[in-house]
């Protein structure tokens, strides 16, 4: 069952187009990964799905409910955390944190406590004394210690230490065995591929890809890396394929999915000592899509 | 060295850029107010006569203590009555200019993280400080040239060079001070509000200071820096004595900023931090007491600001009682009914005056909701379980509480202070009644805060400017004759003024429908809106 879902989303600043027909859905019970640049659309499709931003056109419902008509309802449901923690500089952390957890209507002393300790935070300092990383903490803290049954999670990690952000990383395994959903936007491409059952990419307002990790890896060319008894040939001439080095006995390459089996057989006939092959990462697939089709990465890279 | 010097001028050219709309306002307003009025007096009081009349209103009390002491009242030229009258207000003016000026480029720049940019560059510790200083006496030198220009080339004839020279230089050397104060106070806190609240006390007990003192004696007046530079006596005797006391008294205060803000950290001020709650006490537990807890300090402030403004008015009753028992020409002159003494009719002026101050509160608290979205907190709130018509309500219910809070405390104030001094006081209801009435006036501009905030966000400032225009209308409307139409423009000139008018309830009703259409529209306008930040 689709816990989020999007139709054909479009959302214009005066002559803007923030975002141009999304389409996305985040299931049940899994840890939806939304990735894109700064500046693609990430935090408005969220703040729509908040209902804190009206859609120009088409629809975004969260529970199956509109997520501007019925916010307050779908709000009793979820967390959220914002990516830009703007807090109020003469209120303690302490005092936000409660306030938070009041208004989503429970109240669970022993999780605060825990979080507050795990986290390393010191409830008694005013707002404005906190770094930007402490104040991603308290509204983490706040979200993770209210219950709810999706947590939209924009860019949560930004200014934590690698400590915090591991420690944040186990808390999204916690609520992945507790079947909870999770919306969790981001620019690490690594914390994503940890914790993501699926992702999305988006760019310029505009989703270009979703699917599972592998089934996006179908999508790209794998990484193959040999060395060979014989001086190697002809591999130029292959389809779907695109050396990357090559030396007299070794080569790098990289492989169209499809045609993996055809360059295997082609090599076999130099007497292949060593073969190493690795599927594409996160970050070769964000990159193959921002370098590929007009993106300003390409211009970049040449 | 010289790099350094050199980036103090770019900065100071960054400020005036930034600055690019808001100083050419203010100076266009100061300026054009400065020059229009004496033109104005010399359509309205051409005979000696009829400022001869004048005089005898403005000899009493509580003129004194509202617009300081009167100089020349045997020859009442056109620049005497142009000093008399207009000189504590353009002041105030020019204070508060100053004060916003200085903690905007100070203080405010720091707590957004801006400074911190500066100061990576290769500029030195002070360098945001003196630009700004730097920029203000730019501002105020400027001012005071065109201004004393401005009404020397007026050609009215009481109106001499030197005269317009030293008026034009008591605002510039007044706002100077109060950009002084504004720098050591952007120092000592560690908010830019502090700073600014701060700064604004000070000029608001240096008012009333003066005005004790302008009745009663002579040396507190001459102690405190407003009352000294009202001493400078323009086009009478022009004595320009004061103006040098107070550059002096700046450049310590400004030397003390200079040196305490070489001395402290980025971010701290000189009041130390103490830890605070651990957790949220009963009263933070819904955004009402949220709104109520980031409001707390402003309500407070001014609770015990307006009672100050409404016992330094009333304190001056006594005075005005016995002035008008000694005159018994006055007496007869100016009443106009025997029903009601010359206080009393007093009281109705003074009433119009108090419920407008009452309203900056009352503004200021929805204000905060708008200031609340730009900086992006409203959507802790709207995230959760909260509707944005219960969010709206926290400030809203709590700006309706204020709108009657600070009456009450205000005529409280007058009424204590005036029932003390007073040999036959004036009875409670009747002064809380002539108070009271102008509720519906007051929600009239809360409404159509609530009403910009919902429907036109960005343009949420009009409503100062709604309430600067009525200021202007209402109080300078009667002295100089405004068109009746232009004076009707604001809700508080349809008040009936008690208890001299007779109470209407209709118009009182209508208006009341007014502010209240304006909220609805408001919050319907909030609900279907987008949230910005």
Not at chain 2, 342 to 358: D, H, K, N, P
Request: net charge positive; glycine share 8%.
């Amino acid at each position: 069952m689709a816990i989020v879902e999007t139709k054909e989303l479009t959302k214009k600043f005066g002559k803007f187009t923030a975002l141009n027909g999304i389409n996305l859905e985040v299931r049940e019970g899994e840890v939806f990964g939304f990735i894109g640049p700064n500046g693609a659309g990430k935090t408005t499709t969220i703040r729509t799905l908040l209902g804190i931003l009206q859609a120009t056109t088409g629809s975004a419902q969260v529970f199956g409910m509109d997520a501007w008509k019925d916010a307050v309802e779908i709000h009793k449901r979820i967390a959220y955390v914002p990516g830009d923690v703007n807090l109020w500089s003469n209120l303690t952390g302490g005092e936000v944190i409660d306030l938070f957890i009041k208004l989503k209507g429970n109240n669970n002393h022993t999780r605060r406590k825990k979080l507050i300790e795990m986290f390393d935070l010191d409830p008694s300092k005013k707002c404005r004394t906190y770094s930007k990383g402490n104040r991603q903490k308290v509204a983490l803290i706040a979200a993770l210690a209210s219950d709810a049954e999706l947590y939209i999670l924009d860019e949560p990690t930004s200014g934590l230490d690698p400590l915090m952000e591991n420690l944040f990383q186990q808390c999204i395994m916690e609520l992945k065995e507790q079947e909870k959903s999770v919306l969790l936007s981001s620019h690490i491409l690594s914390e994503v591929e940890q914790l993501c059952d699926r992702v999305g990419i988006i760019r310029q307002g505009k989703i270009i890809e979703t699917g599972t990790l592998s089934d996006l890896r179908h999508l790209t060319r794998i990484n193959m890396e040999f060395e060979t008894k014989q001086t190697v040939e002809g591999l130029n001439t292959l389809a779907g394929v695109t050396v990357v080095n090559q030396g007299d006995n070794k080569a790098t390459l990289k492989v169209d999915s499809g045609e993996i089996g055809n360059v295997l057989n082609y090599i076999t006939r130099f007497d292949v000592v060593k073969l190493n092959s690795t599927p594409p990462n996160l970050e070769d697939l964000f990159m193959s899509h921002y370098s590929g089709n007009g993106g300003g990465l390409s211009e970049w890279n040449a | 060295m010289n790099g350094t010097h050199n980036n103090n001028g770019r900065l100071m050219k960054l400020i005036f850029r930034r600055e690019r709309i808001q100083i050419p306002i203010w100076f266009i307003c100061l300026v054009g107010i400065s020059i229009a009025v004496p033109i104005a007096f010399k359509e309205m009081y051409s005979t000696a006569a009829d400022r001869a009349a004048m005089v005898i209103t403005m000899e009493n009390p509580a003129m004194i203590a509202m617009l300081g002491p009167l100089y020349g009242a045997k020859d009442y030229t056109i620049g005497a009555m142009n000093t008399n009258m207009m000189l504590v207000f353009t002041i105030i003016a020019v204070a508060i200019m100053n004060i916003f000026f200085v903690v905007r480029h100070t203080r405010r720049d720091e707590e957004r993280g801006r400074i911190e940019v500066i100061r990576s560059l290769p500029v030195s510790r002070l360098s945001s400080l003196s630009a700004a200083m730097g920029a203000a006496v730019i501002i105020n030198v400027l001012l005071a040239v065109l201004t004393g220009a401005g009404l020397t080339a007026l050609g009215i004839e009481s109106m001499n060079f030197e005269g317009s020279m030293l008026f034009g230089a008591c605002l510039g050397v007044s706002g100077l001070f109060f950009a002084a104060v504004a720098a050591l106070f952007s120092q000592l806190c560690v908010t830019s509000r502090g700073a600014t609240g701060y700064s604004f006390a000070l000029l608001g007990i240096m008012y009333m200071l003066r005005a004790v003192g302008d009745i009663s004696n002579e040396t507190l007046s001459r102690i405190v820096p407003l009352g000294l530079i009202l001493r400078t006596q323009s086009y009478t005797k022009n004595e320009w004595w004061p103006v040098p006391i107070v550059l002096v008294i700046t450049l310590v205060i400004a030397l003390l900023a200079f040196y305490l803000n070489s001395r402290r950290d980025m971010g701290q001020g000189f009041i130390p931090a103490r830890p605070g709650r651990k957790t949220a006490s009963v009263f933070l537990q819904s955004s009402l007491g949220l709104s109520w807890r980031l409001l707390r300090n402003t309500f407070i402030a001014w609770v015990i600001g307006l009672f100050m403004l409404g016992a330094s008015y009333g304190s001056v009753m006594g005075d005005l009682e016995g002035f008008l028992e000694n005159n018994q020409i006055l007496k007869q002159a100016i009443m106009i009914s025997d029903k009601y003494s010359m206080t009393e009719m007093f009281i109705t002026m003074l009433m119009s005056v108090i419920a407008m101050g009452a309203t900056i509160p009352c503004i200021s608290m929805i204000q905060k909701l708008h200031n609340e979205e730009k900086h992006n907190r409203t959507e802790h709130l709207l995230s959760r379980t909260v509707s944005k018509s219960r969010l709206l309500s926290g400030y809203f219910v709590l700006a309706m509480i204020a709108s009657f809070i600070m009456l009450f405390i205000s005529v409280s104030g007058l009424w204590i202070a005036s029932s003390s001094v007073m040999d036959n006081p004036i009875p409670f209801m009747s002064m809380f009644k002539a108070m009271m009435v102008y509720l519906p006036a007051v929600w009239i501009m809360i409404g159509l805060t609530v009403l910009l905030i919902g429907v036109l966000p960005g343009k949420a400032m009009l409503s100062w400017v709604y309430l600067g225009f009525s200021f202007v209308v209402v109080y300078f409307g009667k002295i100089m004759q405004f068109p009746e139409w232009l004076q009707k423009c604001s809700p508080f000139a349809h008040i009936p003024e008690l208890p001299v008018d007779k109470i209407n309830y209709t118009t009182l009703t209508v208006l009341a429908i007014i502010a209240v259409v304006c909220i609805v529209i408001g919050y319907i306008g909030y609900q279907k809106r987008d949230v910005q930040g």
